[in-house]
């Protein structure tokens, strides 16, 4: 999903989006898993944090 919003390489700030002034300011990640005689149930989800930056002169 990181490339259909256009985003290359979220850790540089030259390549990570084609306009300027984007930045990654969180990424969450949280998983849990079961394990019982029944069977294995597991989830995970990640979220990610951007904000603009504006350059103040």
């Known amino acids: ?3 259909a919003m256009g ?6 700030q030259q390549s990570m989006t ?3 002034g ?3 300011s969180k ?3 949280k998983s ?3 394990v ?4 294995t149930e597991s989830a995970a989800a990640t979220g990610m944090e951007t904000s603009d930056v504006i350059a103040l002169l």
Request: aromatic residues 4%; without cysteine; proline residues 4%.
């Open 18 to 20: 084609r306009s300027q």
């Open 1 to 3: 999903m990181p490339g």
């Open 22 to 24: 984007v930045e990654v």
């Open 7 to 12: 985003i290359v390489d979220a850790f540089s």
């Open 36 to 39: 019982a005689e029944q069977g």
């Open 32 to 34: 849990l898993g079961e």
């Open 27 to 29: 990424v969450l990640h």
